[in-house]
């Protein structure tokens, strides 16, 4: 996927930084000569420089020039959470409540809604799009498609696959309505009532609700803010529970933002097949990179189909735009029959839809531009957090997608905080709702998917304060 002209130097620059080969107060390279080692424009190598200085990586010094910024250097804590075994979902109703309030008004700033918001949508490319399919197939974007959507979207996407490295049989393709009808479809086929699923912790609520309403039980893996998923303690979970599937975010994690390695993606493909257990993957959130490659899928090192990988389009161009996708793997006819129960096919003209965006690369050119707006966004608002919130909070750093996870310290009465927020027209995602346990009851979600304001920040800072005058009254 085409990146933009500067990323040839800056990603240079970015993996020295963080391998040490560059440490803080080194001069870095001079425009000129960025210019003539990479063959680039003035203007690209400048936009390079500002786009570094804007992420915090690098700083600059008038009339001296660029140097590795001294605050590079972000100390990520341990995190060593453990889980009971088996957690039934006896208090899914609060959780409903925690994530269902009714009561927000159109002057509320929201950091609460993963998915894009009016103004990263591509309103004017989808609509003349859209006009375009109906003229072009008139009457029959009116009539049934095929159950399992169409083969010609079935092809683009697997082929779209296939570049990264994962073969995908088009004929286990499954285009669904939407992310959560997938997994619904993906979970239902592998799984019966009172069956024992392994969930990555924290784990957005969209997925408990899914494992809830078939009424399966839980067994939550810690994701921990350094090697993300871990690995180790599914091993040890599995040596003594009957774990009928494995569902998780290998891209960019919500609501943490981990990209998980591919050294760990693929010895979880390889525990997949030694056991005989199917893995679910949500790659909702893979087009959303901040920097470097597309990421692979865990469903690139599976050779034997026991990894079930789904998407949507939701999260990159629309959210009313209802239409996913299932790779089924070996599962294919269960996956197919729970389908058809579900509903004869997804609309006609979001499949077309799809078709011309993906024949013509304009989602494509869409994707470039988008990653770079949530970037400066997400940048913009970890800033903000990390200058007006006291020092004893942390905000962790994502790697692409929409979230910021934060933590306060243990001083705060959480239920204060989230009044408070909401005394300030703010609204976050509460930590609790990720859980079944009690390990995130200081922690917060933060989405950087709407416009940044002037007004939101002044907030923000309302808010960090408040917080500092808390654990001033506790010293």
């Known amino acids: 996927m085409k990146n933009f002209k500067y990323q040839i130097f800056t990603s240079v620059i970015e993996e020295h930084i963080k391998n040490g080969a560059l440490i803080p107060g080194d001069r870095l390279p001079s425009v000129r000569e960025i210019k003539e ?18 992420k915090g990586w ?70 003349r799009k859209m006009q375009e399919v109906i003229r072009k197939k008139g009457a ?18 697997a082929s779209r696959s296939t570049k990264l490295g994962c073969k995908i049989n088009l004929e286990q393709l499954i285009i669904t309505d939407g992310a959560l009808q997938a997994l619904y479809i993906a979970l239902a086929s592998v799984t019966q009532s009172g069956d024992v699923v392994a969930v990555e912790s ?8 899914v494992i809830s309403n078939l009424k399966l039980k839980i067994i939550e893996i810690p994701v921990h803010y350094k090697n993300g998923f871990d690995v180790n303690y599914l091993k040890e979970i599995l040596l003594e529970n009957n774990i009928r599937a ?19 993606k693929k010895e979880l493909a390889l525990i997949a097949q030694s056991n005989e257990i199917p893995i679910i993957e949500n790659d909702i959130y893979g087009d959303l990179y901040f920097d470097g490659e597309r990421p692979a899928t865990i469903c690139k ?15 990159t161009l629309a ?50 531009f988008f990653r770079k707006q949530l970037e400066i966004q997400c940048v913009e608002l970890l800033n903000a957090l990390r200058l007006y919130f006291p020092k004893e909070c942390y905000f962790h750093r994502p790697q692409g997608g929409y979230s910021i996870w934060g933590k306060l310290p243990e001083k705060i009465n959480m239920s204060e905080f989230y009044q408070f927020c909401e005394s300030q027209k703010i609204a976050f995602t509460p930590g609790d709702t990720f859980t079944f346990t009690n390990a995130y009851s200081h922690h ?14 002044l907030r923000l800072k309302i808010i960090g304060e408040k917080v500092q005058s808390i654990l001033d009254e506790n010293l």
């Open 37 to 54: 080692k990479y063959q680039l424009s003035i203007t690209s190598v400048q936009s390079g420089y500002d786009y570094l200085v804007m």
């Open 58 to 127: 690098v700083e600059n010094r008038p009339r001296s020039g660029f140097y590795v910024s001294i605050k590079t250097n972000e100390k990520i804590p341990e995190n060593a959470l453990k889980f009971l075994p088996i957690v039934r979902n006896l208090d899914f109703d609060k959780k409903v409540k925690l994530t269902s309030k009714s009561g927000k008004s159109f002057e509320q700033i929201s950091f609460s809604t993963t998915a894009p918001n009016d103004l990263l949508i591509p309103q004017k490319l989808i609509l």
């Open 140 to 157: 029959s974007i009116l009539r049934y498609y095929p159950a399992n959507g169409s083969e010609v979207l079935r092809d683009q996407i």
């Open 202 to 209: 924290p784990c957005v609520f969209s997925v408990l609700e």
């Open 246 to 264: 494995i569902a998780l975010t290998s891209n960019f994690h919500n609501p943490t933002g981990i990209l998980m390695s591919d050294e760990a």
């Open 301 to 315: 090192f599976d050779t034997e189909g026991w990894v079930m990988t789904y998407s949507s389009f939701s999260k």
């Open 319 to 368: 959210p009313g735009i209802r239409l996913g996708w299932l790779n089924s793997g070996r599962f294919f006819e269960q996956a197919e029959r729970i389908k058809f129960s579900l509903g004869r096919s997804v609309a006609p003209i979001f499949q077309e839809l799809m078709i011309e965006l993906l024949e013509e690369n304009s989602y494509d050119r869409h994707l470039r």
């Open 444 to 457: 917060f979600r933060i989405i950087f998917a709407d416009r940044i304001t002037s007004e939101s920040m």
